[in-house]
């Protein structure tokens, strides 16, 4: 049986997956950077299903090319990567933005896709099969005040997913990117330094999606039939849609 990689596992959308994936009997192999709230979840999966964790940095390039030699070998044919490890940070505009999180959010949302998805593509070829899901967001798309860098590095996942397909047509191999709207995790937390505060002013007065909606989706399009490859799928909140257009005016 094949495993199902997932990036950021420790919190929100991946925590979410990992326990879809598991309630499945899937085998898993969980990715964070804090240890203490991946082994917390894996030790409670591993009552349902096996789980390998791995502390691991997403922008760390050695370590992530290092990553599939070193799993054990019933976690080793990975069979589906979630590449969902990212975050957005600060609201700025871009004269004011910090640099130093633009770069951080290059080196995870980019950089990080594209060493995790080299690493294990070679496996999946070989094995004739997998699946690539990748967190993308509706930001790709539509722009939003201060979202300048997060947008650019969700756009680039739109389109990185798009050149895979064309680049893996007839190897078997699906790729997918989910492009979620408004959804409560850590992920405001996160984006305001850990405001917590301003983190529910976000969702407040309206109902955000879950994790586990995300982790429902993620699911569904690896449990399709192989000849179905869902491209890209949007999802927003019901209580989410766009703005008119925005004109300024002396
Ligand atoms: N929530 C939303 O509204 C929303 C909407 C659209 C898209 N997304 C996208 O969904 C994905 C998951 O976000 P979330 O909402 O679930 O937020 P979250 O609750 O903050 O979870 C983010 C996860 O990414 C991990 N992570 C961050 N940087 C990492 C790094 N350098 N190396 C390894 N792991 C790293 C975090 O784990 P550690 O800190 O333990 O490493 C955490 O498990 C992200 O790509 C985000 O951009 C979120």
Redesign the pocket.
């Known amino acids: 049986m094949n495993s199902v990689l997932i990036?950021?596992?420790?919190?929100?959308?991946?925590e979410a997956c990992a326990r879809k994936f598991a309630a499945q009997g899937l085998r898993l192999v969980l990715?964070?950077?804090?240890a203490d709230?991946l082994s917390a979840l894996a030790d409670e999966l591993s009552q349902i299903t096996e789980v390998h964790s791995v502390i691991?940095?997403?922008?760390d390039r050695e370590a992530v090319f290092a990553l599939p030699a070193s799993l054990p070998a019933a976690f080793a044919d990975v069979g589906i990567l979630v590449n969902?490890?990212?975050?957005?940070l600060g609201l700025g505009g871009a004269d004011v933005a910090s640099v130093d999180d633009w770069e951080a959010m290059v080196d995870?949302?980019i950089k990080?896709v594209m060493y995790l998805t080299q690493a294990m593509l070679p496996g999946m070829v070989a094995r004739g099969g997998g699946h690539v899901v990748n967190?993308g967001?509706?930001a790709a798309s539509w722009p939003y005040p201060g979202g300048n860098v997060y947008g650019g590095t969700k756009a680039f996942v739109q389109q990185f997913s798009r050149n895979l397909r064309a680049d893996l047509l007839g190897k078997s191999i699906r790729v997918s990117n989910i492009e979620?709207?408004?959804?409560e995790?850590?992920?405001s937390v996160?984006r305001f330094n850990g405001d917590e505060e301003r983190a529910k002013q976000v969702y407040s007065g309206m109902q955000p999606l879950t994790?586990t909606d995300i982790a429902e989706i993620v699911y569904w399009v690896t449990a399709l039939p192989p000849h179905i490859n869902v491209n890209q799928l949007e999802v927003m909140p019901t209580a989410q849609a766009w703005g008119p257009f925005a004109v300024h005016r002396d």
């Open positions: 990036t950021g596992a420790s919190s929100g959308f991946g990715c964070a950077r804090r709230r691991l940095d997403v922008r969902n490890a990212g975050l957005a995870t949302n990080g967190i967001s509706v979620p709207g408004m959804c995790t850590e992920f996160v994790g």
